[in-house]
């Protein structure tokens, strides 16, 4: 691992420590000021350094060895999301708000189309590597993962491709959503379905 990845792979114990001093602040210190401090750590620090780090290590689709002696940019982009992953309620609270989570992925580069329902289990690995139509709705626990890892002959391979859900389509509860998957306008996926790698799911007839 690259000096590089070592440094990134801080990064979620120091927006911890940054949320806990931001806490404190806000406990010995209460008012608007402690209040929008704390809520710039939380949401807008990670959303910032990632669009940083893309700017420097732009994100490549396809296969690369993410164990190869060079530096692999997913990695970085992953270590500033790992901290929604781990605590999913961050983002289960802006599925409250009618379109604020769909705000919250443009701002990390997903195409977000309008009238798009969320529920408060659904669950995002890459937050850049979306693309959403107007009128889809995401079940309960719906999960899409623009990435995958698999140990191969050569070493550890990272397949990354962005997801495409087309408008007006309905997921239902417990689906998953391989990288490259594409879904057409108007398709509904059943109750617990999967859709594995590069998967394309027409609407029916």
Known sequence: MTLRARLFGLFPLLWLA???ACVLYLASAPGVVSVLALLAVLYLVPV??????????????GSSRIDAPGYAPWWGGHQCQLMYSALPALEAALRLVPGLYSGWLRLWGSRVGRGVYWTPLVEITDRSLLE???GVVFGHRVACYAHLVKRRDVGLVLYVRRIR???????GAGSRLGPGV??????????????G???RIRRPP
């Open 18 to 20: 940054g949320s806990g």
């Open 182 to 195: 594409c879904i057409e306008d108007g398709a509904v996926l059943p109750v617990q379905t999967d859709v």
């Open 132 to 134: 959403v139509g107007d």
């Open 165 to 171: 859900i087309g408008d007006g389509v309905l997921l």
């Open 48 to 61: 910032a350094t990632y669009r940083l780090h893309d700017a420097f290590w732009p994100l490549v689709e």
């Open 197 to 199: 790698v590069g998967r």
